[in-house]
Every structure is written in C-alpha cells, then in structure tokens.
C-alpha cells in the first residue's frame, strides 16, 4: 500500500491546523510520508494512501471545510483507510474523557467505514473571528484546551495500525 497519508482539516482560526500538524510530525517518525493540507486545497486524493480529516467543532458541526471535503471525496475515501479527529471543547473534558463525535461526524464515519475518531480540546484565543468568538472570550470562556500529548498518543495508535497494513 502507498504510504503517504493526507492530514486534511477545516479551521477557523488556526488552532486546529496546528494539531493537524502534531498527528503528521508523529506519522512521519515512522516510515509514513505525511503531507498537511487545508480541506478546501484538496482537488483529489489520488497519491495518498490514508486520510485524516480533522474538524474544528462549531455550533456542533464540523467546520465547512471538513464537511465539504467528505461529500466531494466520498467515493475516494471509501477506499482508503479513514481517521477523523474533532477539536474541540473549550474546558478540560476532551483530556478527561472520551468525548463521541458529532451526530453529522458520526454519519460519516458509518457511511464510510471511518477506523476512528477522537475529540481533542479547542482553543479560542484573542483575535479570533466572529461575533460570538469575541462574546466568548468577552466572557472569558475563552482558552488553549488543546493537550498535544493526547494528539501525539492518537496519531501513534494510528501510525501503528497504518503500519501493521502495511506489512501484513
Ligand atoms: C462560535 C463558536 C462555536 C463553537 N461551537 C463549539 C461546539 O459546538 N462544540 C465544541 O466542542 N467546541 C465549539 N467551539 C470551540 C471551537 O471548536 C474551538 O475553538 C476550536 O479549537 C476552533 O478551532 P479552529 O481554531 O481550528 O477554528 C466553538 C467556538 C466558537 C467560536
């Protein structure tokens, strides 16, 4: 099988791009070449062997982006291994507990035979865009809740498991 896996994600304000970038570090310690890219940047899916998509969480979607990019590669994710990753909870729960994906993830994952999903902590930090960004971090509700620790364990489980296809 073709080793290079695509890291996709849909990110408002940057902080879930940042996590994409932990899951290929990780990948790419093995012999996984892994490439990261915005979701929407993505025309098709030819040279890669396995996806991740990553989602920025809002309003209990995914990001459009992520969204957009399952329903214009269904046919070709279908016949690849599949991770999803969300991001996520603006307190510690994602650190403490298995957080289950969105009911629009969680469709995904069954129409297409998704190998997994983790929900990470988000992060939502001055300079943020939207109204109701500002009116959170106003609140002071705002905050970095992204454990890359976690990230890094995720994206070994799935280096492993890419790893295992590969050799059979
Ligand atoms: C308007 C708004 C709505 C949000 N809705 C959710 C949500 O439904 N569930 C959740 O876990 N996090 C939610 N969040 C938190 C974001 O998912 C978090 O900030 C995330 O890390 C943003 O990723 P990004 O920087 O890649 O855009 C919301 C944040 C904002 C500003």
């Not at 396995?50 to 990001?63: D, F, K, M, S, T």
């Not at 970095?144 to 070994?156: C, G």
Request: with cysteine; aromatic share 8%; net charge positive.
């Amino acid at each position: 099988m073709e080793q290079k896996v695509l890291v996709a994600y849909g990110s408002a304000n940057g902080s879930t791009e940042e996590m994409a970038e932990a899951v290929a570090r990780v990948l790419r310690r093995t012999e996984i070449t892994a490439e990261v890219l915005p979701a929407r940047s993505v025309t098709d899916l030819d040279r890669y062997g396995a996806v991740v998509v990553g989602g920025a969480l809002y309003a209990g979607r995914w990001h459009k982006d992520a969204r957009r990019f399952v329903r214009r590669h269904r046919g070709a994710l279908a016949h690849r291994p599949v991770w999803f990753f969300s991001s996520g909870p603006l307190d510690p729960t994602a650190s403490q507990r298995d957080i289950p994906p969105v009911p629009g993830v969680k469709r995904a994952m069954a129409g297409l035979d998704a190998r997994g999903h983790a929900t990470f902590g988000g992060c939502l930090t001055e300079g943020a865009q939207g109204r109701v960004a500002r009116m959170i971090l106003r609140n002071g509700k705002g905050g970095d809740f992204r454990d890359f620790a976690a990230v890094e364990h995720w994206a070994a489980g799935l280096a492993k498991e890419l790893g295992a296809m590969a050799h059979g």
